[in-house]
């Protein structure tokens, strides 16, 4: 579903009210209808926002969030609920169509700095340099922060809408749980892609969350993708310096959570049937990389 704060689903229970309706699944999956991450859709659709909403610049978007997010009144949930389609997750964000491509643009949560969408953007940069796949990604222009993060969609191409599924859907599990260990996510990618690269992109991005601090690593946070009647492994998104519950890795690394050392991250390329030198080699090379690039937010 969409991010919303106490006061924005109040609205919507009321504007469910008003339709003789109850907030259920189903009536959930209505409201989504064809704004969905990846290619599924739901018919039929219902609209419960205002029509002909008037444009808003991205600054004002922000300070609308924020009313929201302080459960305050605003006049722009409207325009919040019907561009974030079925986004979720703790930071507000809207769909927004640029140059005929889709792109997310994401705002800080209650709890970030003003300028945390800098540190996304750097992030992501400091990920491609460690041989991550990313997708494309830009600064968007602020008056009143360093810039906006957004992320081109990588479940479209060619205006077409491309299957998608997170590790939590796939193996049935709650990203609220910490019931995972990056070796899970090694077998499930080698077991979806039938490609060794794929492990690799998946060990890679495992020592990058380790050494830059992600520790929001859940299993909603890796998908993969199905297309030309193939998985593989999705970008990597949502990579900024966090924490999960209790400090620790949502998933763990060698059963650790905590403080992983290099002996884990090395222990669990082997335990998959990686070898000694490329585990050492990964390792090695992105802990560099991240300490020369992120080390101000480290």
């Given at each position: 579903m969409v991010f919303c704060s106490q006061s924005s689903y109040s609205s919507l229970c009321e504007r469910a009210k008003a339709h003789n309706k109850k907030i259920t699944p189903l009536y959930r999956l209505s409201i989504i209808g064809d704004s969905t991450l990846g290619a599924l859709e739901y018919s039929p659709t219902e609209i419960i926002?205002?029509?002909?909403l008037e444009e808003k610049d991205l600054d004002s978007i922000n300070e609308q969030c924020k009313l929201i997010l302080n459960n305050q009144e605003t006049d722009g949930l409207d325009y919040i609920f019907k561009n974030a389609g079925s986004s979720n997750g703790e930071n507000p964000k809207i769909f927004k169509t640029i140059n005929k491509e889709d792109w997310i643009i994401k705002f800080p949560n209650s709890q970030d700095s003003p300028d945390i969408g800098i540190q996304e953007y750097e992030y992501l940069l400091c990920a491609k340099k460690c041989d991550i796949q990313i997708p494309e990604v830009k600064l968007f222009e602020s008056n009143i922060t360093s810039g906006y993060f957004g992320i081109k969609?990588?479940?479209?191409?060619?205006?077409?809408?491309?299957?998608?599924?997170?590790?939590s859907a796939l193996l049935e599990t709650s990203h609220r749980l910490h019931n995972l260990d990056y070796l899970?996510?090694?077998?499930?990618?080698?077991?979806?892609?039938?490609?060794?690269?794929?492990?690799?992109?998946?060990?890679t991005l495992m020592c990058f969350n380790v050494f830059s601090h992600n520790r929001?690593?859940?299993s909603k946070n890796f998908s993969f993708l199905y297309d030309n009647n193939k998985?593989?492994?999705?970008?990597?998104?949502?990579?900024?310096?966090?924490?999960?519950f209790n400090g620790e890795h949502a998933t763990t690394i060698n059963g650790e959570g905590f403080n992983p050392t290099k002996k884990d991250m090395f222990q669990v390329g082997l335990d998959f049937g990686l070898s000694k030198n490329l585990c050492s080699a990964i390792i090695?090379?992105?802990?560099?990389?991240?300490?020369?690039?992120?080390?101000?937010?480290?």
């Amino acid at each position: 579903m969409v991010f919303c704060s106490q006061s924005s689903y109040s609205s919507l229970c009321e504007r469910a009210k008003a339709h003789n309706k109850k907030i259920t699944p189903l009536y959930r999956l209505s409201i989504i209808g064809d704004s969905t991450l990846g290619a599924l859709e739901y018919s039929p659709t219902e609209i419960i926002y205002k029509k002909n909403l008037e444009e808003k610049d991205l600054d004002s978007i922000n300070e609308q969030c924020k009313l929201i997010l302080n459960n305050q009144e605003t006049d722009g949930l409207d325009y919040i609920f019907k561009n974030a389609g079925s986004s979720n997750g703790e930071n507000p964000k809207i769909f927004k169509t640029i140059n005929k491509e889709d792109w997310i643009i994401k705002f800080p949560n209650s709890q970030d700095s003003p300028d945390i969408g800098i540190q996304e953007y750097e992030y992501l940069l400091c990920a491609k340099k460690c041989d991550i796949q990313i997708p494309e990604v830009k600064l968007f222009e602020s008056n009143i922060t360093s810039g906006y993060f957004g992320i081109k969609r990588f479940d479209r191409k060619n205006n077409t809408k491309i299957h998608m599924a997170s590790a939590s859907a796939l193996l049935e599990t709650s990203h609220r749980l910490h019931n995972l260990d990056y070796l899970d996510l090694l077998k499930l990618t080698f077991y979806l892609t039938k490609d060794i690269s794929q492990v690799k992109q998946m060990y890679t991005l495992m020592c990058f969350n380790v050494f830059s601090h992600n520790r929001d690593d859940h299993s909603k946070n890796f998908s993969f993708l199905y297309d030309n009647n193939k998985w593989k492994l999705s970008p990597a998104y949502d990579l900024t310096h966090s924490n999960s519950f209790n400090g620790e890795h949502a998933t763990t690394i060698n059963g650790e959570g905590f403080n992983p050392t290099k002996k884990d991250m090395f222990q669990v390329g082997l335990d998959f049937g990686l070898s000694k030198n490329l585990c050492s080699a990964i390792i090695d090379k992105v802990q560099e990389i991240v300490q020369t690039n992120l080390a101000k937010y480290l």
